[in-house]
């Protein structure tokens, strides 16, 4: 796959996984429906690799999903607007990081956020138990050049401009209005980093009641995947899924974390995948036959990456 635009470094996004979750998905879609959008990484592979032309965009993160919207629709201005922005940053760049921020959290500006977004530490969203963004800037850069920023978000307007439906709702409404033929990629913020709140969002969601949704799911006979717990060496993030919702459960081994090793450790970076039932009976036996379980046995096959392609061993 050919690399693809993404104009938000956005920690925690599947840019760099969508490769690999889209071996597991649907070859074509109805409508992709990403509850839980962020910056839309799965959205945007998927209609570089002409597998739909129809999105449902959703986050509660209110001006996340509004930044979206005007990237996708109106990228030049939204461009035009970054590239003055950041040129008002010299000569106290630090200085001027901060009182965009702050401007930000009085106006919640999507504009604002942007420049946020390009500009503070390891793209990183942090917020304060008020909902007020309380990141700190990067020291050693000034942020994605102008001439870049312009050229991914053109990039991703034009894979997704028109197409697109934006909603800032919580994902349970969501998940009540899809319909069928809609395939849904659910990527919710972990549980179990913080309790239910984490700091990297607004707010986080509870585990009983997204199991309950993901039953609700199942009873529909809806078409989904679900990235939800992971591991860092040997720090679990998030609960496993109940195996009672009868899911395809895959790890994908990311790679070695580049912060570890900055801390001179190993550490390799684990992610789940969940498959729904109904999304392994409409994949092609030779697409799951590495996936399943060993039958008659709780030994689950593990994906890893070698040489480009999946390699299945058992743990």
């Not at 990067?138 to 991703?156: F, H, L, S, Y």
């Not at 939800?228 to 990311?254: A, C, H, M, Q």
Request: proline share 4%; net charge positive; hydrophobic share 35%.
């Amino acid at each position: 796959m050919a690399t693809l635009p993404h104009f938000i470094q956005y920690q925690g996004s599947k840019r760099t996984l969508a490769k690999h979750i889209l071996q597991f998905l649907p070859k074509k879609i109805g409508r992709l429906v990403e509850p839980f959008a962020g910056t839309a990484a799965m959205s945007v592979a998927t209609s570089a690799n002409q597998m739909t032309r129809s999105f449902w965009l959703n986050d509660l993160n209110k001006p996340l999903i509004e930044l979206l919207e005007l990237a996708i629709e109106k990228p030049n201005e939204i461009a035009d607007f970054y590239l003055d922005l950041w040129n008002e940053q010299h000569p106290d760049s630090i200085a001027h990081y901060f009182e965009v921020r702050s401007r930000f959290n009085e106006n919640n500006d999507p504009k604002l956020f942007l420049y946020l977004l390009a500009r503070c530490v390891k793209g990183s969203v942090r917020y304060n138990s008020e909902g007020r963004f309380n990141q700190s800037p990067d020291k050693r850069r000034k942020g994605t050049r102008p001439e870049t920023m312009r050229r991914n978000i053109v990039g991703v307007s034009s894979l997704l401009k028109g197409r697109c439906k934006f909603t800032n709702w919580d994902y349970q409404e969501v998940l009540e209005q899809i319909q069928e033929g809609d395939f849904i990629y659910i990527d919710p913020p972990y549980q179990g980093v913080c309790g239910n709140r984490d700091s990297r969002y607004l707010s986080g969601i509870n585990f009983d009641d997204f199991v309950l949704v993901i039953e609700h799911l199942n009873r529909k006979k809806a078409a989904f995947a679900i990235s939800y717990d992971g591991k860092l060496g040997d720090k679990t993030f998030g609960k496993i899924l109940p195996k009672s919702l009868n899911l395809e459960r895959i790890e994908i081994k990311v790679g070695r974390s580049s912060q570890s090793t900055l801390l001179g450790k190993e550490e390799t970076t684990i992610e789940s995948l969940y498959l729904s039932s109904t999304l392994s009976r409409r994949l092609a036996t030779n697409q799951i036959n590495n996936l399943r379980y060993t039958s008659g046995k709780s030994k689950q096959l593990t994906l890893l990456e070698k040489h480009g392609e999946f390699a299945a061993t058992t743990r």
